[in-house]
């Protein structure tokens, strides 16, 4: 197993729009060879900002990495940000776990 997770500084008062933007994209993971689930997580809330995590697991690393190469990564992510980029504190910082147990 594999687990891949974004993670997100999001705007004081934009956590309804990330939110939505999330909700309303097609992620076409439903396609994708060795993709089991995904989550969208809030976390912490500072005066700064709001922390996001994306979670999807993957039957393997490599199941992942061949998604990440896709025609279906690059049509899920095409619009990425879209025109609202003020509401991230920065880029994404991607984690990455296999599992060993």
């Not at 197993?1 to 999001?10: D, T």
């Not at 956590?15 to 994209?25: H, L, Q």
């Not at 490599?62 to 896709?70: N, V």
């Not at 990455?96 to 147990?101: K, M, R, T, V, Y």
């Amino acid at each position: 197993m594999y687990v891949a997770m974004n993670r997100f500084k999001i705007a004081p008062d934009c956590e309804d729009e990330f939110i939505n933007i999330w909700k309303n994209r097609d992620s076409y993971l439903d396609t994708v060879p060795g993709f089991k689930s995904f989550n969208l997580m809030r976390g912490p809330q500072t005066e700064e900002y709001t922390l996001f995590a994306s979670h999807s697991v993957w039957q393997s690393k490599a199941d992942f990495e061949c998604w990440t190469k896709s025609e279906a990564f690059r049509k899920a992510h095409a619009n990425a940000g879209g025109t609202r980029k003020q509401i991230y504190l920065g880029p994404p910082q991607f984690e990455g776990f296999e599992a060993i147990l």
